[in-house]
């Protein structure tokens, strides 16, 4: 249950109160039975990692490791990501560059992006992956109301056990604004190692510049390492992970979403002069590589 000396508890949370249906989350989380429903995702043998179980992410005592942090993210979310939810999430679907047909969203949470994946590309499989049980059946739950057929696994982001090169598009939104910097390099370090060669990955989250300049916000939302972001820089680290054409794009003033591209293998590339190619040209600017085969 969230602890009542923090700032957010003390102040913010009687507002956001105001906008929720409290007896019916209440009620919802009553009538659950959180230890099956999070068996059902549950993988025994999973190790968690030192920074995900020593902190009280938002002051929730036990972080994400508990129902009450399933049943609240939602609620609260959004109302944390003005304009609005929505905007903000459709604001990396919009920077997507391929047809993907094998999709993988990192930190997946309670799938809110998940699902729009899935609903941007019906003929992708989409997975959505997160250390969190309790976060993924609510993820299921979610994709299971609105019929989308997403699959849904207990895992670390930094180690998923997947094969190399099995997706065409990694996803993680506000994922790194809640994990130590080396903890976000090996995410994206994994990330490049999933992709296949031309694949892309996009991270959606806080924007870093601006985050730097409001550190008094991190004591109201208690976000133990998004100093760590803030002061870090994800093109740096998705051009140490080995992606290139690395781009930052603003959304909404507050948050940004960054996209990279795993090279193809030299050799494999040549370019198309896009003078005689106008439509390709509008989509992917002056300069383009394909890889010769497709
Ligand atoms: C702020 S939530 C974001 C959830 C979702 N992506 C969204 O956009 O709403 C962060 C999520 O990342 C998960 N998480 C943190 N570290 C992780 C890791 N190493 N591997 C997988 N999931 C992780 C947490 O359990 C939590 O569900």
Redesign the pocket.
């Known amino acids: 249950m969230a602890r009542k000396d923090t700032i957010f508890e003390r102040f913010l949370a009687p507002v956001v109160r105001l906008f929720i249906d409290e007896p019916a989350l209440q009620q919802f989380y009553d009538t659950t039975d959180w230890q099956y429903e999070s068996d059902r995702f549950r993988r025994p043998e999973l190790a968690y990692?030192a920074?995900?179980v020593q902190e009280n992410?938002h002051g929730i005592e036990g972080?994400?490791l508990t129902p009450g942090a399933a049943v609240s993210?939602d609620p609260i979310?959004q109302y944390a990501l003005p304009p609005s939810e929505t905007l903000i999430?459709q604001g990396l679907i919009d920077n997507i560059h391929c047809q993907p047909r094998r999709i993988l969203?990192?930190?997946?949470?309670?799938?809110?992006?998940?699902l729009m994946l899935k609903q941007a590309f019906p003929q992708a499989e989409v997975i959505g992956?997160?250390?969190?049980p309790y976060?993924l059946f609510m993820a299921d739950r979610k994709a299971q109301q609105a019929s989308l057929d997403i699959q849904f696994i207990h895992?670390?982001?930094?180690q998923t056990n997947f094969p190399a090169a099995s997706f065409d598009l990694v996803t993680?939104?506000?994922?790194f604004?809640?994990?130590p910097a080396a903890?976000s390099q090996a995410?994206l370090e994994e990330a490049f190692r999933l992709l296949s060669a031309g694949g892309q990955v996009l991270v959606?989250d806080g924007h870093q510049k601006v985050l730097r300049q409001l550190d008094w916000l991190h004591n109201i939302f208690e976000e133990p390492y998004i100093e760590d972001y803030a002061t870090g820089s994800v093109d740096a680290w998705m051009g140490a992970a080995g992606f290139g054409a690395v781009r930052t794009d603003d959304q909404w003033w507050i948050h940004q979403v960054t996209s990279g591209t795993k090279p193809l293998p030299k050799g494999k590339q040549m370019s198309i002069s896009t003078s005689q190619h106008p439509i390709l040209a509008e989509v992917v600017g002056p300069a383009f590589a394909v890889d010769p085969v497709v």
Do not use: K, Q, W
């Not at 895992?155 to 930094?158: D, I, L, P, V």
């Open positions: 990692p920074y995900y992410f972080g994400y993210y979310t999430r969203d990192l930190g997946c949470g309670t799938g809110s992006t998940t992956l997160d250390l969190s976060m895992a670390n982001a930094e993680a939104a506000l994922l604004h809640e994990t903890v995410i959606l």
